[in-house]
């Protein structure tokens, strides 16, 4: 955190689970604007154990995390679209999309009853048009887009 600050830095994401509170604490004091995030990554499980606990863990991290001045961002589902578990031929590829969908629909909505001043993100990975056909660009207020070129795919180009 004191290098990030000693750059010059002033955001932070925050990893996909939960932080030790002094994590926020020291945003608050430096000045550093955060995101937090809920850990949903790579794909979604089709179970509504698995929505419930979702959902809960929204609740429970704006609840905590509410009275952060430096906390901006409430994200979920990162790069849920990467890892598919279905081919796109599947016929049931569409069905998941949906449901990833309607997860994050309902993320959204506890967000906007909880706190209707921040903002909300989901960050993405990949095929663009994957996370547009499962709406997953039009319900945040913010889109993430998660860049590793060399890292997942492709490779860096020296100049």
Known sequence: MRLLKDMGGNFLRVSHYPQDPTVLEYCDRNGIVASVEIPIINRIVETDEFAENCRTMM??????????????????????????????????????????????????????????????????????????????TQIPRIVGWNLYQGWYSGKIKEK
Not at 66 to 94: C, G, K, M, Q
Not at 99 to 104: H, P
Not at 121 to 135: K, S
């Open 59 to 136: 609740t429970e991290m704006i609840k905590q995390n509410f009275n952060h001045p430096s906390v901006l961002i409430w994200a979920y589902t990162n790069e849920v679209l990467l890892r598919l578990p279905y081919p796109i031929s599947d016929p049931y590829y569409s069905t998941n999309s949906s449901n990833v969908e309607k997860l994050a629909q309902s993320l959204e909505n506890i967000v906007r009853t909880l706190d209707k001043q921040r903002y909300t993100m989901i960050p993405n990975y990949g095929v663009v048009n994957r996370y547009y056909t499962a709406a997953l």
